[in-house]
């Protein structure tokens, strides 16, 4: 029996609703078909962007959507992608599949996207192959609001007030793909590129640095010491593979139960990062002004057998269930400075919350868990206090349980839990620490088979169920939380 206690006072302040934010790139079939199908598809779309993803995105409640990349965002010029469809200039994609690029979703539509799913946009610049002045124009034409060639020309393109624009990035990895810097060579390049990113009339930018790779706390220390005081955010991208060998990373559904320990112990290997580079950025910035977006998290399977390399297209399981669930806890947890996260992506790439085939479209275990977990958006952050048993595979242990909570506004205690093991439920208590809660609901999400996933064929095999094996008595709540599930509980 495992017992938790419920600490109110102890908390991490608001979990910013930005942590469950997502990033759509051009990349595979992401934008191009995943989102966009264009005016005249026959699959049902309002101004080209198709009505069923629209309306999952809704209802999974994105905060912010990043866009355009990624990798593509450092070669993306973003004139190619304004003005009249057939007109804009046709490009090779060459870091995704060396495809056709034909900039028909550019700048309006990703507005536009927003607007119609109520996210707030995130938009990444160009700094490893574009220069400052371009940079600087795109800004101007989004936000600027008075007389400028910029904002004229946003007009001439149908749109004549400003947009608020809050998120900009200065660049993507730009120790790998955006570049190929040095921390100090970046830092500089930082510092002059955002200099020129400007804030017009009430527009106010956070503006976003490009941080480490996983685990290059050298990169930080250097971006923090020789830009801290320039940036508003500074990112963070980890992903999760079974194997840790981008050669041979393990398949998304045919795996053994080692692959499903050794993937879970990797994806807790984000506590161990957020907490180190939580504790260098502490030293420059002890007030937490700068948060840490993990604007890239996820699994990262091989391809699904057939699909182009490039795209990056991979089934999504209970496995991949649980790496949200215990992600999603972790930044729950550490609230007070990671204040944006970004799942690798939102459509038919990496760990989707979407897979679309022609009109066809599939919500994966992934989506249902950020659907059950849209209760901690905004909420305050409470601490629980507990000694987690092992989930102990070979030589190696993990834990088995991994928890967050939070109160919500109509003050709701909402808790979710992840059970790691493959095999062993968990039997717990939780010490509400008093007597004021008297009713709790829950729904859970679990598979007879670690594998399960939706399918075309069978797209609701895996899906919430409602959880009413918890009892609550005398302020203390007694419950079973079943092997490899996760699982969200509300006591009113
Ligand atoms: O999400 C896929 C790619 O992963 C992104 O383009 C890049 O930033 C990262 O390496």
Redesign the pocket.
Known sequence: MVQVSVRSQASKGTINKNIYGH?S?H?GRCIYEGIWVGHDSPIPNTEGMRNDVLEALRELKVPVLRWP?????DEYHWRDGIGPAEQRPRMINT??GGVVENNHFGTHEFFRLCELIGAEPYINGNLGSGTVHEMQQWVEYMTFDGESPMANERRANGKEEPWKLKYFGVG??NW???GNMRPEYYADEYRRYATYVRNYGDNKLTKIACGP?SHDYEWTEVLMRNAGKYMDALTL?Y?TLPTGDWKSKGSATDFDVAAWFTTLRRTLEMETLIEKHSAIMDKYDPEKRVGLYVD?W?T?YDVEPGTNPGF?YQQNTMRDALVAGINLNLFNNHCDRVTMSNI??IVN??QAMILTEGDQLVLTPTYHVFHMYQVHQDARHVALEFTSPDYTFGAERIPQLSLSASIDSTDALNISICNLHHEDAATITIDLEDNNRTTVSGSVLSHNALQGHNSFEQPEAVKPQAFTDAKLENGKLSLTVPAASVLVLKLQ
Request: proline share 0%.
């Open positions: 990033f790139e990349l990349g990624g990798c593509f965002a870091h995704w993507n990895e790998g793909c955006g790779n991208h992903y890239e996820g990262w990056l690798a992506q790439v990496l």
